[in-house]
């Protein structure tokens, strides 16, 4: 008995190394390969295996080439206009956020694209320390591995649009009825302007919100400078 837990114990401390030695040679394989899927689309397709009433997951890889740019920088002008000059984690929205959550405020916010592929890629919903912690040091890595064209792509590819759609890929066949490369400026910020709550918020049927935040996408991509803005990756 005492050799069994020894050996057991030997193995445990070996179990984090070797997740971690899988998660590098992943973002190391995908660092050129398209991604087939993600955490968020493989549970929601395990759900759909008990629930025939969640959406059934539509994917569809493309290539940065193919991805006009106008929908590259609607991405970072509304989620991450720091994007360009962080290493994964905007440092000042994350004090902000967990000063926000010692007052026992919302703490929403703070996650940069870097977090947000980290998250949809490896982890999971809802909200927790430990998820949170994971996503940063995940987002970190992620940076050290891969270029920021790298990381736009694959959010651009992962991203939820709706309850079904993930990716620009599917949002522009299923939602726009067109191939990405006709996505206009205006498809592209109403895309980012529903980003926050993919769910809840509609690509078809706009609220008067969802204009209003396209609206305010639409400035915001003109301020950052247009597409000449994506030099800076």
Partial sequence: ????????????????????????????????????????MLQQSMARIFDETVPQVRHQWVS???????????????????????????????????????????????????????????????RSYLRKGLEWGLAVLIETLWSKERILEVYLNIAQFSEADYGVGAASEFLFKKPVARLSEQDAALLAAVLPLPEVYSVVKPSKYIQKRQRFILRQMRQLGGVAYLEQL
């Avoid at 020894?6 to 179990?15: A, E, M, P």
């Avoid at 405020?105 to 890629?121: F, P």
């Fill in 64 to 126: 940065m080439e193919q991805i006009p740019p106008e929908v590259a920088l609607a991405a970072i002008a509304a989620e991450d206009q720091l994007f360009p000059e962080h290493w994964g984690i905007d440092r000042g929205a994350t004090e902000r956020a967990i000063q926000a959550a010692l007052d026992g405020e919302s703490s929403g916010g703070g996650s940069t694209i870097t977090q947000q592929v980290a998250k949809n890629l490896f982890l999971w919903g809802g």
């Fill in 1 to 40: 008995m005492p050799d069994f837990k020894l050996s057991y114990l030997h193995w445990l401390w070996r179990l984090p190394l070797l997740l971690f030695l899988l998660i590098v040679l992943l973002l190391l394989i995908f660092r050129v390969a398209p991604l087939p899927s993600s955490s968020f």
